[in-house]
T-cell receptor
Framework: QKEVEQNSGPLSVPEGAIASLNCTYS??????FFWYRQYSGKSPELIMF????GDKEDGRFTAQLNKASQYVSLLIRDSQPSDSATYLC?????????FGKGTRLHILP | DTAVSQTPKYLVTQMGNDKSIKCEQN?????MYWYKQDSKKFLKIMFS???????INETVPNRFSPKSPDKAHLNLHINSLELGDSAVYFC?????????????FGEGSWLTVV
């Protein structure tokens, strides 16, 4: 059974702090990893992807992948109220994409 | 010039009715999907089509029937609607996921069955 696990939250983070979102996956054959952001009443939008072990930075966002431990995380620096949303982790297993249930992030002004 | 577009965006209908949701993508992708997101926000795949052929058909009632007239369109028809069908339905598309691609979602169709 392929699984992608996320803490559902809500995760509350003060404005300006670093928000850390985590995701674990069950299959070592996973190849690609994505983070989507979904605002309430909107569709999921892709914000980060990572394929190789290590860190990948894009603006205030950093994705971290550790294949040995089977986790992928998303760090959001200098959190803004506009970052309040649900963040979905997605993992591709042999041509199929599996979504986690998402973590609700709430940035406190 | 929306990449993945679906209509209608909102749909309120009575139990027992039949309704359709249409989806079109202009990204040139080979694969299209239908996802259901319920009140708990869990995103669950329903169907996947690759070049008009069904490749994923998760356990959904056979009242749900997808139709793909060409690779740019994937419509969802629902017969005999039930209260439990109320959800947001997302259409999505992608290129081959084995090549590092990912999927892109339409704006969603909010279905309410009363």
């Amino acid at each position: 059974q392929k699984e992608v696990e996320q803490n559902s939250g809500p995760l509350s983070v003060p404005e300006g702090a670093i928000a850390s979102l985590n995701c674990t996956y069950s299959d070592r054959g996973s190849q690609s990893f994505f983070w989507y952001r979904q605002y309430s009443g909107k569709s999921p939008e892709l914000i980060m992807f990572i394929y190789s072990n290590g860190d990948k930075e894009d603006g205030r966002f950093t994705a971290q992948l550790n294949k040995a431990s089977q986790y992928v995380s998303l760090l959001i620096r200098d959190s803004q109220p506009s970052d309040s949303a649900t963040y979905l982790c997605a993992v591709i297993y042999y041509g199929q994409i599996i979504f986690g249930k998402g973590t609700r992030l709430h940035i406190l002004p | 010039d929306t990449a993945v577009s679906q209509t209608p965006k909102y749909l309120v209908t009575q139990m027992g009715n039949d309704k359709s949701i249409k989806c079109e993508q202009n990204l040139g992708h080979d694969t299209m999907y239908w996802y259901k997101q319920d009140s708990k926000k869990f995103l669950k795949i329903m169907f996947s089509y690759n070049n008009k052929e069904l490749i994923i058909n998760e356990t959904v009632p056979n009242r749900f029937s997808p139709k793909s007239p060409d690779k740019a369109h994937l419509n969802l028809h629902i017969n005999s609607l039930e209260l439990g069908d109320s959800a947001v339905y997302f259409c999505a598309s992608s290129q081959d996921l084995r090549s590092g691609n990912t999927i892109y979602f339409g704006e969603g169709s909010w279905l309410t069955v009363v």
